[in-house]
């Protein structure tokens, strides 16, 4: 009997112009089948980039093309504190997951902020999974409204204010909220 090993080479890179159209499937890809999904988080990222609140878009890239992909974009505190940033939305193509690009991705990402000064990182997303990055639960930090469980906190450098997060308009665009 044969043993095969798969074995996959990718990178993590910032997105380039022409990017877009792969990004945009595979982040569709990746939310089709997620109950907790309404099917918006392309237009999410397409609207962040429109804005230009999409301050780091990273890719996954094999040779076939884009098999992940993470945004960041402004977070907006309260308290008018400056360099925080929102995590999300963040994909890995289906039949890439389990395989460390998730990881790779988000670890890259706060290398990037945390080396260009960023003060922390948030998101709204599973704890079980985030939380091996250093996320937690337990901050000042906070969101209102049914995400608030599920909003998670990383502080890069010194403390982390009291006050509320909003996300860049792109979210509320995308929940038809405007």
């Not at 940033?85 to 460390?100: E, I």
């Amino acid at each position: 009997m044969s043993h095969w090993t798969v074995v996959s080479h990718w990178t993590v890179r910032e997105e380039r112009p022409g990017d877009e159209a792969a990004i945009e499937a595979v982040v569709a890809t990746a939310f089709a089948n997620d109950s907790d999904s309404q099917g918006e988080e392309p237009q999410i990222v397409a609207a962040l980039r429109a804005d230009g609140d999409l301050v780091l878009s990273l890719v996954a890239e094999e040779d076939d093309g884009i098999v992940g992909h993470a945004a960041f974009s402004p977070a907006i505190l309260s308290t008018g504190a400056q360099g925080w940033f929102v995590l999300g939305p963040m994909s890995v193509a289906p039949w890439r997951q389990g395989q460390g690009i998730g990881r790779a991705l988000v670890q890259a990402g706060i290398e990037h902020l945390s080396a260009a000064g960023a003060k922390g990182i948030v998101l709204v997303g599973d704890p079980g999974y985030h939380s091996r990055f250093g996320f937690s639960q337990r901050w000042p930090l906070a969101i209102i409204g049914p995400l608030s469980p599920y909003f998670q906190v990383l502080s890069l450098a010194g403390e982390v204010p009291r006050a509320s997060v909003a996300f860049a308009p792109a979210f509320a665009r995308s929940a038809g909220d405007e």
